[in-house]
């Protein structure tokens, strides 16, 4: 029997699409979004049903607010929601700050903090017991970044992950009495193309010897984290960020 619908944003690739997998595999029906990547949204929708699980695929650009509101009517025709994965981030090409166009700076919160914000506020009003809901748990991807600042590479993305930090403490405990908690996993260096979108394909192999692990985090590893907080063994966590960084 399923568990409840869980959306995740951006699950097509890297850890959206290990989110995908795992809620799947745990016995959530899944309704993800993807952007550009339909055949890697397509792929993953056989994958995760030959497996067993049931997911759906909708394209649905996270910087557009009615494209989020069609995700969510997608899930509504699902099952109840008890979950959502706010994962769908980018990185601009490594830059400094005096470099930084204002339509870049834009973009970039418009797609990782507002987009973000849109949909935690769209699950809000169908989970929060104010609301009529159920209850159910919110998780952001954040980012070690947020901490270290990423000076000379991106700025920019850093503080969009910042605001996440800020969000997912604000709003955990604004509807901590509603039956809605709101989490956060701060993944480290990830094997994922999102390296190569900031023009740095070898950022994983450069980096490495300082990560005190001495290695690469895997997709796996987040959506691990991701689906704890999902579930109720979480059941007394809001509010709160979980460090996937190997110690870095
Ligand atoms: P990725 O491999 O580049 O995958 C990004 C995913 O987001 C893809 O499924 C992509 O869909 C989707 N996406 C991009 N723009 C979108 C938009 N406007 N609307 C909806 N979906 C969109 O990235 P990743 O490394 O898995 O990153 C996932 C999250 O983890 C991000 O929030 C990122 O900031 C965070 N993070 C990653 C790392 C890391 O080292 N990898 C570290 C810390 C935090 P399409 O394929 O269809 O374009």
């Known amino acids: 029997m399923s568990k409840g619908v869980v959306i995740v944003t951006g699950g097509s690739r890297g850890i959206g699409r290990a989110c995908v997998l795992l809620a799947a595999e745990r016995g959530y029906d899944v309704v993800f979004s993807w ?28 910087a557009a607010e009615a494209d989020i509101l069609s995700l969510f009517a997608v899930a509504d025709a699902v099952g109840p929601l008890v ?22 700076l834009e973009r970039m919160f418009r797609i990782n903090v507002i987009g973000s914000m849109v949909a935690a506020r769209e699950a809000v009003k169908r989970m929060s017991t104010r609301h009529g809901g159920k ?31 800020t969000f997912t403490l604000g709003l955990g405990r604004e509807v901590a ?34 990560i005190p692990m001495k290695r690469e985090g895997s997709p796996d590893e987040v959506a691990r984290a991701v689906l704890w907080l999902l579930s109720d063994e979480a059941s007394y966590t809001t509010g709160s960020i979980v460090t996937v960084s190997g110690g870095r």
């Open 177 to 210: 009495d509603e039956g809605i908690r709101v989490n956060a996993v701060r993944p480290g260096i990830i094997a994922t193309d999102i390296h190569a979108s900031a023009g740095e394909p070898d950022r994983v192999a450069n980096i490495r010897s300082q």
């Open 35 to 62: 952007v550009s990547g339909e055949d890697a949204a397509k792929s993953l929708v056989a994958e995760v049903e030959a497996a067993g699980g049931k997911a759906i695929a909708v394209r649905s650009d996270i």
């Open 83 to 104: 979950g959502l994965v706010n994962n769908a981030g980018v990185v601009d090409k490594t830059a400094r700050v005096e470099d930084m166009s204002v339509a870049r």
């Open 135 to 165: 209850g159910g748990s919110i998780v952001n991807i954040a980012s070690v970044a947020s901490v270290l600042g990423s000076p000379a590479l991106f700025v920019d993305y850093a503080a969009s992950k910042a605001a996440i930090d």
